[in-house]
């Protein structure tokens, strides 16, 4: 196995240096491979696909409000929907984000707030409010906010899936601490890190499906060669409590052999003052209207200052891996962040080969050898069928 990568001082810059090294027994091939996974990874353990994130409606409900604000989201991209048949749940979200940044916002909230009538909209528009965008017309209906549908994904992704322990609270139902009961995860995890000798994922998703994957610490009688979250400083500590339904609080330290990016933030990540703080389930998701630390899924989307590191180090990982294995990521074309982010780290890194696991992998073949056309590409079905095959040819 070679050496880590990282200095022994902990930070960013060198956080791994007692538990990346040394830790995946049996491996039968030295390479350094690099999991990007996306929305069809937690597809495969019973997870929506971003499509259908609004179609949902058995979903975690923390209060009455959040009850009213959700109904209304639900309404409204049901009429979206009838009008717009072949666009997705990103694209509406772009539409409620357009909303909220005309002037005419103020007004259109009351509508939302008090059910105002359109007509009074039209009137107001009448009057000559200014509008700052000349292709921006007056609202067809009044649109709910948009920090109610990105609280709402955060709920239908935070959901406990029917193989949790919903014998507790919804919030903490899936915990970073409880094992995921998925045999096609499982099965994916023991292949891989029986291939690797080092081993990094990068994610576009919110939840907490990988984590619980990988463990959250290292494991000897029970698989699991845990976690951290990459481009993060350590020591990285969760908050929890002792016993749910108590104030006992505790804090897991995150020590694991596995660095976890996730571009687009995290169920269990909320911003204090400007700065992160962690707990070990997902009661971010549901409390203060949402307040989780996510980056909503919209078509163009920003990166605030609390994730540069994170996109920093995913960058630095995706160079010097020698294999990416993308699962579950269709690299949609307005992912343009994403896009360039692979471009630099295929021209400048050590890749060699890609691995697709997607239904539509044969399809993905010509954009990901755009990206890098010195890498080999190879297509695999997606999970579980791909899992017989990819034992073969990592």
């Known amino acids: ?164 322990n919903v014998k507790v609270n919804f919030r903490y139902a899936a915990r970073i601490t409880s094992p995921l009961h998925c045999s096609t995860h499982s099965a994916f995890w023991h292949e891989i890190t029986r291939k690797a000798s080092q081993l990094a994922v990068i994610t576009t998703n919110y939840d907490l499906l990988i984590e619980r994957g990988l463990r959250h610490k290292p494991m000897i009688r029970t698989f699991g060669p845990g976690f951290y979250y990459g481009g993060i400083s350590r020591p990285q500590l969760l908050r929890g409590t002792l016993q749910i339904g108590t104030d006992h609080h505790v804090d897991l330290e995150l020590d694991g052999a596995v660095p976890i990016y996730k571009l687009h933030g995290s169920l269990n990540w909320s911003v204090a003052a400007g700065d992160l703080e962690f707990f070990q389930d997902l009661r971010s998701a549901f409390r203060r209207g949402g307040d989780a630390a996510i980056i909503p899924p919209v078509p163009e989307k920003d990166i605030p200052l609390w994730l540069l590191s994170v996109w920093r180090g995913a960058e630095e990982e995706l160079a010097r891996s020698q294999t990416w294995l993308v699962c579950g990521y269709s690299l949609p074309i307005y992912d343009q962040a ?56 990592l």
């Open 1 to 164: 196995m070679r050496a880590s990568w990282r200095s022994p001082e902990r930070g960013i810059s060198g956080e791994i240096d007692r538990t990346r090294a040394g830790v995946f027994r049996g491996i039968v091939s030295v390479q350094s491979i690099c999991c990007i996974l996306g929305a069809g990874f937690s597809y495969a353990a019973g997870a929506p696909l971003t499509q259908n994130l609004f179609k949902i409606r058995d979903v975690a409900i923390a209060s009455d409000g959040a009850a009213d604000r959700f109904g209304a989201v639900w309404r409204d991209y049901d009429a979206w929907s009838s009008q717009h048949p072949l666009d997705n749940a990103e694209e509406y979200l772009a539409g409620l984000l357009k909303e909220r940044q005309c002037t005419i916002w103020a007004q259109n909230e009351k509508c939302a707030r008090r059910e105002i009538t359109l007509q009074r909209t039209a009137t107001i528009h009448h009057m000559q409010t200014p509008l700052p965008f000349e292709f921006h017309s007056v609202p067809a209906r009044p649109a709910p906010l948009f920090k109610w549908a990105a609280e709402l994904v955060g709920a239908v992704l935070a959901t406990p899936l029917p193989s949790d």
């Open 338 to 393: 994403v896009i360039q982010m692979l471009g630099r780290a295929s021209r400048g890194g050590r890749l060699e080969r890609i691995i697709i696991i997607d239904p539509q992998a044969a399809d993905l073949r010509a954009r990901y050898s755009a990206i890098a056309p010195a890498a080999q590409v190879k297509s695999l079905p997606g999970l579980p069928d791909a899992l017989l095959e990819l034992r073969h040819i």
